[in-house]
């Protein structure tokens, strides 16, 4: 039998609970800003009143009206929000039934509406080889720059933030074992650390990079506009492409793992540096993608 619990000790506890989870500060503060909102919505902004409801008294009724309320009231934010919203309801209410405070979740038959957000832009098999050519010729011209050549080929192959690329060091390269280290300051952000293995061709890469450049700290000393800039410049054109970014890089990446379907739910969450949410979120993209494009590519019920 479930335990008694009254709202404001379950806000309380789950309170203790977010700050121990591994999670970024800014996805914490949605997470519980996002909570108080439903809390004031159900109890008419009487915060007192969260110690006479019970939250085995919370009903799918009352998630519904709320989240009818944030799509109508004036002002509204926009259908990511909203999502998200649901989101921190459904966080929570999980909690809830996992801890034992509830029999059955509420939130849990809450469909999620499809967010007209335009996916991301990623590149096509036939695009990544041209846009490597384009890459390498740059690396071996009479004035050469071997930037591009390692950043889309470690990025490809990585899946890395344009800010994690930035901020990496040569003690974040292992070129021995084929290891890039991904590395945070922030004690907070402590859980998007990983090392990612890289293939021969990218370590060659990134040697023939460090053997000309020779930096002393940073590996690339450029800002990420800049590179853009030269990505858009000297890259894209020749590759018979408008534009080429770092995120269409990263997507790219993630498009062809989840494709290939060799790593688990788990691991891709593992190598893209991404919260439990942040996962589920970039997974729902995927789906969307690999079904407008081959639709016999998406996989269904990935562990």
Partial sequence: MAEVLRLDEALARYALHLKRRPISENTRKAFWGDLNLFVRFITREDTSATARWRVADLRTEHIRAFLQHEENRPGANSPKSLERRLTSIKVFFRWLRESGYITQDPADGIPY???PEPLPAYLTDAQVEAVMRAAEALARAPKPDTRPLA????ILETGMKKSECLRLTLDDVDLGERLVH???AEQRLKFKERSLPISRGCAQALELHI??????VRLFTCTGRN???IFNRRIAPPAGLDSLTFEMLRWTCAVRDYRAGELDAEAMRYKFGLSPVGWSEMEAKLVRLLAQTAPQDVRAGRA
């Fill in 182 to 184: 991904v590395r945070y």
């Fill in 211 to 216: 053997t000309r450049t020779q930096p002393k």
């Fill in 227 to 229: 590179l853009e800039y």
């Fill in 113 to 115: 509406r499809p967010a």
């Fill in 151 to 154: 950043i889309i080929a470690l």
